[in-house]
C-alpha cells in the first residue's frame, strides 16, 4: 500500500488526534495511530479506551488497507520537516513503513490492526444540534471548575443539562460551581448526562471557529462530529450533585465593581496571601472595596482600596483569590455583580450584562477568616 500527502495536512490531522494518546497506556498498541485507506481518503484514529479521536483527509493511494503507525516518532518527523509531499510505502506482510521526502527515507516499524480496539458504534442515541461558538463557550466557562478529586467522580467532568431548545453546563469542585446557559438550540430531547474532563479538552482544541456539532449520546458514551472530525468519549457514570441546594437565596448586600480592576487588584494582592489559602479578605461599605492580604509566616502584607458601588450592610469576608481571579477572567462584562448575604456563606458572581439567549452564574464558598 502506497500513499502521497502534504506534511503541513496530515500534521494538523495528527495533532488533533494524538490528544487522545497517553504514555504507558493499557494496550501498547495504544501508542499507535490507526491509519485506514479507503478510496483516497485517510482516517486517522486514536485512543486511551475511554477517549477516542478520529479525523480524516484527502490522499493520493494506490489501495485500500491499514496499518497502526507509531504516533510519538511519526509527529516528530513531520514537525522537524517543512511543508512538501510526502509518501508512504507500507510492506503489506511485514508492516514496515517507509516515509519518503525530498529531503531522504525514514523507515520505521508499523504493526497489524488486528489488536486496535474497534471504535464504539452509535446505537440508540438522541442528538442535538450545537453551533461550535456555543459549545466552546460552554466548555471554556465551566471546565476549569471541574475537580481533580478521584474520589468524586461525577465533579471530574462537566455536567450537560439539555431541555429541548436550551443547554446548560454546570461544573463545580465544592469550592466553586459555574453555571452557563444557552437557548436557541436544535434538540428534540431532554436528557442529562456527565462529560469528562480529558475529552472536553480535546473537544474544545478541535473545535473549528464556525461550524454546527452534532452531538449524540447513549447511556454510555457521547459522540461529538464535525467537519472531518469525530470525538468519542465514555460518560461519567455518577450521580451528579444537587448543586441548587448550595446556592444561597436571599443576598441582600449587592457589591459592583469594574471588572478588570477587581480583577488585576487582586492579582497584585494575592502576591502578598498565604500560598497555601490564597486568601484574600474584602473588606465592603458603601462606595468603598479594601482588598487585604497576609503571610504571616513571612511577614508579608498588602491593602489597595478601590472605588465601587455598594447596596447593604458592611460586610468583611474571605475569599481564595485564585478562583476568585480565574472567575473574573471568565467574564467578559465592564462590570460584575456579586451578591451577598453573610461571611460564612457563598457569593454569588454575575455579569453586569449578558446576551439575552445567554446566562452565566457563578458561586464562590467563602474561607474562614484568620483570627
Sequence with gaps: ??????????????????????????????EDF????????????????????TTK???????NGQVAVPARILLDTLKALPNQLITFAVNDSTYGIEITSSYGKYKLAGRSVEDYPKPKDLDATDQVLLGAETLQKGISRTLFATSNDDLRPAMTGVYFQIDFNK?????????????????EIKSDVSTTYIVPKKALN???????????????????????????????????DARYPDYNAVIPINNPNLLTANRIDFQNSLKRIAIYANKTTNQVTLHISP?????????????????????????????????????????????????????????TRAGILLPSEEDDNESIFMLIMPVMLSV
Design 287 to 343: 462606595d468603598s472595596l479594601t482588598i487585604s492580604s497576609q503571610d504571616v509566616d513571612f511577614s508579608n502584607e498588602a491593602t489597595e482600596q478601590l472605588t465601587c458601588s455598594y447596596v447593604g450592610e458592611p460586610i468583611m469576608i474571605g475569599f481564595n483569590a485564585k478562583f476568585l481571579i480565574e472567575m473574573l477572567g471568565i467574564l467578559h462584562s465592564d462590570e460584575v455583580k456579586l451578591e451577598l448575604s453573610t461571611s
Design 57 to 63: 483527509l484527502e490522499v493520493k493511494a494506490d489501495a
Design 202 to 236: 480535546l473537544l474544545k482544541n478541535a473545535l473549528p471557529d464556525e461550524a454546527e456539532v452534532e452531538v449524540s449520546f447513549n447511556k454510555t458514551n457521547a459522540f461529538f462530529s464535525f467537519g472531518n472530525t469525530r470525538i468519542t468519549c465514555r460518560l461519567i
Design 1 to 30: 500500500m502506497k500513499f502521497s500527502v502534504f506534511s503541513t495536512d496530515l500534521l494538523k490531522q495528527l495533532q488533533i488526534a494524538g490528544g487522545a494518546i497517553v504514555v504507558n497506556p493499557v494496550l501498547p498498541i495504544l
Design 167 to 183: 443547554i446548560t453546563f454546570v461544573a463545580t469542585d465544592a469550592h466553586k460551581l459555574v453555571k452557563y446557559s444557552f437557548s
Design 34 to 53: 490507526l491509519f485506514s485507506i479507503e478510496n483516497n481518503s485517510l482516517s486517522i484514529t486514536a485512543s486511551d479506551l475511554e477517549t477516542t479521536i
